[in-house]
């Protein structure tokens, strides 16, 4: 069997929480190597030769007590011993429960329950920073005409645009 190796930037980062006023500080992951089951992060660093520093990532979920999966371009939080996901917006935040990004409150994180069991797709409208989403075909298709609807947080609901 294999281990993972997550190289990390070396310089730390603060990340500003949902909340907004709340930072951790992380290290950005740069690449993520294959190496032996005997391999520790200092013979990993001196194999590549570098002054790079490496943290050991367990490969699978229910295997990895730093986590869930690392991403290249997301961080390692070392206060707390483990990965995020990556950020996709600017305008994400950092959940500090979970270690995955999201729109900054009051929104909510996107999950499965906003599609209605796959009845819709939803999408971060970054320029507007709003949720929209759109009526799904039973293919997955998006619907002709598009029936976009964007989210109300006042109120939490979709309405039609």
Same mark, same amino acid.
């Given at each position: 069997?294999?281990?993972?190796?997550?190289?990390?930037?070396?310089? =730390?980062?603060?990340?500003?929480?949902?909340?907004?006023?709340?930072?951790?500080? &992380?290290?950005?992951?740069?690449?993520?190597?294959? @190496?032996?089951?005997?391999? +520790? #992060?200092?013979?990993?660093?001196?194999?590549?030769?570098?002054?790079?520093?490496?943290?050991?990532?367990?490969? &699978?979920?229910?295997?990895?007590?730093? &986590?869930?999966? @690392?991403? =290249?371009? &997301?961080?390692? /939080? #070392?206060?707390?011993?483990?990965? +995020?996901?990556?950020?996709?917006? %600017?305008?994400?935040?950092?959940?500090?429960?979970?270690? /995955?990004?999201?729109?900054?409150? %009051?929104? #909510?994180?996107?999950?499965?329950?906003?599609?209605?069991?796959?009845?819709? =797709?939803?999408?971060?409208?970054?320029?507007?920073?709003?949720?929209?989403?759109?009526?799904?075909?039973?293919?997955?298709?998006?619907?002709? #005409?598009?029936? /976009?609807?964007?989210?109300?947080?006042?109120?939490?609901?979709?309405?039609?645009?």
């Amino acid at each position: 069997m294999a281990k993972y190796f997550v190289k990390l930037s070396s310089e =730390i980062d603060n990340i500003l929480l949902r909340d907004g006023s709340t930072t951790l500080q &992380g290290y950005k992951v740069e690449d993520i190597k294959l @190496a032996n089951d005997s391999d +520790t #992060p200092e013979s990993v660093k001196a194999f590549h030769n570098n002054d790079a520093e490496y943290e050991e990532y367990f490969e &699978g979920e229910n295997n990895n007590p730093k &986590g869930k999966s @690392a991403f =290249i371009g &997301g961080y390692y /939080i #070392p206060s707390l011993n483990k990965f +995020t996901n990556v950020n996709t917006f %600017p305008s994400w935040k950092l959940d500090s429960t979970d270690l /995955i990004y999201g729109p900054s409150e %009051p929104w #909510p994180l996107i999950d499965s329950s906003m599609t209605e069991n796959d009845q819709y =797709i939803v999408i971060w409208d970054e320029d507007n920073l709003r949720l929209t989403r759109a009526r799904l075909n039973e293919d997955l298709s998006v619907v002709e #005409p598009k029936q /976009i609807q964007v989210y109300n947080t006042s109120t939490t609901t979709w309405e039609n645009l």
